[in-house]
């Protein structure tokens, strides 16, 4: 039987905002207890390591009630009012929003005032309910509409101006097919701008080289990720042997039959310890020589 080659994807894991944020988590730790507004990153895996070094995860409810305390924004940012309930609460802010979310925020919030001098709106591709997204429609008092599908496009008046923005881990050909309907049915000026971070854009042209070159693709992401779901669907579309696991416990037997060559990838917030320890499941599970 041939060795087996298992490659783990170098263009995969966390992106540079991710990794921001959970080196100021570690950094932050050792000065002593640390709050965190929702889960630092959507990997369960990551979640639980940082929570075992004394990282506590709260929502915003749980935020509110918080006095002199450490609380850390992750990188998907927070709308306005965090920033004043830590204010009045005499919570300390460690602030590990994006640098590209940020400058997204402050975009936003300058094309809502235009529009609104206007009378336009300001339209977000994006996920309903997505933490980036929430803090995103904060910017403009709530009245930003959030579109994912096409569906939610007959939420505008096409009467009025609109200025179009993208929540920054979207995928090109979904914002590029959101753009072209709004296009097509306005009836006033369009203002695009493209705000996907291109780490994540320029990920599926690298992804489906990857899978095609592979037998089998082990997809490493967790179930909260939105961005694990869309890059997970690249493979599958590439190629029809893509699991979608969550790590090494995940993996079995079956899913390796007849592979010579294994492709191990995964979405932005997958920390890349994990991927190295389906690397060594691999070699269990397979009980076969690899290369």
């Known amino acids: 039987m041939p060795a087996m080659r298992v490659e783990i994807d170098e263009n995969s894991g966390f992106c540079f905002g991710v990794v921001n944020a959970i080196q100021k988590a570690e950094e932050e730790l050792q000065r002593g207890p640390l709050y965190c507004i929702g889960d630092i990153v959507h990997n369960s895996l990551e979640v639980q390591r940082l929570a075992r070094q004394g990282l506590v995860a709260i929502d915003h409810e749980a935020f509110a009630r918080l006095r002199d305390c450490r609380v850390l924004f992750r990188a998907h940012g927070e709308p306005p009012s965090s920033y004043g309930t830590a204010a009045r609460n005499g919570i300390e802010v460690i602030d590990a929003s994006c640098p590209v979310v940020l400058n997204l925020q402050r975009r936003i919030r300058k094309a809502h005032e235009q529009m609104r001098e206007q009378g336009g709106q300001i339209v977000i591709y994006g996920k309903p309910g997505h933490a980036e997204v929430v803090a995103l429609v904060a910017q403009t008092r709530g009245e930003a509409l959030v579109a994912e599908r096409a569906a939610d496009l007959d939420a505008i008046d096409y009467s009025?101006?609109?200025?179009?923005?993208?929540?920054?881990?979207q995928g090109l050909d979904g914002f590029k097919e959101i753009v072209e309907r709004v296009k097509a049915r306005?009836?006033?000026?369009?203002?695009?701008?493209?705000?996907i971070c291109r780490k994540v854009a320029n990920r599926v042209p690298q992804l489906k080289r990857f899978a095609g070159d592979h037998d089998v693709i082990l997809f490493v992401s967790g179930e909260k990720s939105?961005?694990?779901?869309?890059?997970?669907?690249?493979?599958?579309?590439?190629?029809?042997?893509?699991?979608?696991?969550q790590g090494a416990s995940d993996l079995r037997r079956?899913?390796?039959?007849?592979?010579?060559?294994?492709?191990?990838?995964?979405?932005?917030?997958?920390?890349?310890?994990?991927?190295?320890?389906?690397?060594?499941?691999?070699?269990?599970?397979?009980?076969?020589?690899?290369?």
Not at 160 to 169: A, E, G, K, W, Y
Not at 260 to 289: F, H, K
Request: glycine residues 8%; contains cysteine.
């Open 160 to 169: 009025r101006p609109v200025t179009l923005f993208s929540q920054t881990t």
């Open 186 to 195: 306005a009836r006033a000026a369009v203002i695009v701008h493209d705000t």
């Open 254 to 291: 079956e899913m390796l039959d007849g592979a010579t060559s294994v492709g191990i990838s995964g979405a932005t917030s997958t920390p890349r310890w994990v991927m190295e320890e389906v690397n060594e499941r691999i070699g269990l599970v397979a009980g076969e020589e690899r290369k």
């Open 226 to 245: 939105s961005n694990g779901q869309q890059l997970f669907a690249v493979c599958r579309e590439e190629n029809p042997r893509s699991y979608f696991i």
